[in-house]
Nanobody, 123 residues
Framework: QVQLVESGGGLVQAGGSLRLSCAAS????????MGWFRQAPGKEREFVAA????????YYAESVKGRFTISRDNAKNTVFLQMNSLKPEDTAVFFC????????????????WGQGTRVAVSS
């Protein structure tokens, strides 16, 4: 079965950096668009970034553009989210997700989800 396993979360001070990873198994990884979403306490899950199967196209939420970078290594079935200049408002559980539906921000388009990794940014 399909599994997506996130890692790399933790506690960091404002202005710091973290790199999240998501290891995928049970699917033809390069055929899937991959996305990162996040859910802050008491808020709905929101789109962060997405990347095409080849890695040639990316798409970001305005709130993270210029600070976060999504990338993938198809040889290792892994997608990454490099997060720089972190802010307290970035505190959330971060989820990776997979879709064949295209490069977009809609949660409902994503077929598979990981369990999440927690990121906390202190001020």
């Amino acid at each position: 079965q399909v599994q997506l396993v996130e890692s790399g979360g933790g506690l960091v001070q404002a202005g710091g950096s973290l790199r999240l990873s998501c290891a995928a198994s049970g699917l033809h990884f390069s055929s899937y668009f991959m996305g990162w979403f996040r859910q802050a306490p008491g808020k709905e899950r929101e789109f962060v970034a997405a990347i095409s199967g080849s890695g040639s196209r990316t798409y970001y939420a305005e709130s993270v553009k210029g600070r976060f970078t999504i990338s993938r290594d198809n040889a290792k079935n892994t997608v990454f989210l490099q997060m720089n200049s972190l802010k307290p408002e970035d505190t959330a559980v971060f989820f990776c997700a997979a879709t064949r539906g295209g490069l977009g921000p809609r949660r409902s388009d994503y077929e598979y989800w990981g369990q999440g990794t927690r990121v906390a940014v202190s001020s």
